[in-house]
């Protein structure tokens, strides 16, 4: 893992970002801002995640693999964590775990995501946030 210098945001709160992107992968179908887009909102809620649990390690992971037909970006936040009724809930519009939330990041996220061909789901696991995001790769 390579420690990641481009998310001051992370920095001012003291949460080191690492990321494992495997070399060689292949280009991937759709727009490079709306993945941009996508990866944004994963990032910040990772960092308000991180911020709101009081959780001495602080912590944002994001890997890169090639699988199948499809390369897939793991972010993994070492925040709460999501319960399986959360994982299910956590992309619906306007359902947010945040008192000022509007419940429109992740629900943005997943358009986004089927937008390029994609899926972006919700991994339920206690004392980290994992999200995963699979895209098609060109042919």
């Not at 990641?4 to 070399?23: C, F, K, Q, Y």
Request: charged share 20%; net charge negative.
């Amino acid at each position: 893992m390579v420690p990641a210098n481009w998310s001051p945001e992370a920095r001012a709160h003291g949460i080191e970002v690492l990321l494992d992107i495997a070399t060689a992968l292949p280009a991937v179908r759709g727009d490079a801002n709306r993945l941009e887009h996508v990866l944004v909102i994963l990032l910040r809620n990772g960092i308000e995640a991180i911020c709101g649990c009081g959780k001495a390690r602080r912590r944002i992971e994001i890997d890169a693999v090639a699988h199948d037909a499809t390369v897939c970006l793991t972010v993994i936040d070492s925040g709460p964590g999501l319960s399986a009724s959360l994982a299910e809930r956590i992309f619906e519009p306007f359902y947010s775990t945040k008192a000022e939330g509007l419940g429109l990041g992740l629900a943005i996220s997943s358009a986004l995501a089927q937008q390029l061909g994609g899926r972006l789901w919700a991994e339920a696991r206690a004392g980290e946030g994992v999200f995963h995001l699979a895209l098609p790769v060109t042919s």
